[in-house]
């Protein structure tokens, strides 16, 4: 079985910032790449921000700028530093994570946390 645990969510003024973790626990060989994805009200999931094992980055171009994600790979801990946010990051920041169970596994379907509030008052 494989944990996701996400933290940091929380109610922030326009301009301020928040810090978000996802740790990963569980049956994990190795991890192939972590993200963030959010889903504001009556919208569809969209990516954030994304780092694979190597540390290759990708950014929704709404974020970029704002928005660093980083990843401590020894602690299986992704995170995203989030500055300047602005009323329209409000939306629930969901973790996922594609992993490989062993060795010669191939690498797993989406695995979603539980998802954290964020909002951001104007």
């Known amino acids: 079985q494989v944990q996701l645990v996400e933290s940091g969510g929380g109610l922030v003024q326009a301009g301020g910032s928040l810090k978000l973790s996802c740790a990963a626990s569980g049956s994990i060989y190795s991890i192939n790449a972590m993200g963030w994805y959010r889903q504001g009200s009556g919208k569809q999931r969209e990516l954030v921000a994304r780092?694979?094992?190597?540390?290759?980055?990708n950014y929704a171009d709404s974020v970029k700028g704002r928005f660093t994600i980083s990843r401590d790979n020894a602690k299986n801990t992704m995170y995203l530093q989030m500055n300047s946010l602005k009323p329209e990051d409000t939306a629930v920041y969901y973790c996922n994570l594609r992993y490989y169970s062993g060795p010669f596994s191939p690498v797993s379907d989406d695995y979603w946390g539980q998802g954290t509030q964020v909002t951001v008052s104007s």
């Open positions: 780092i694979t094992r190597g540390g290759n980055t």
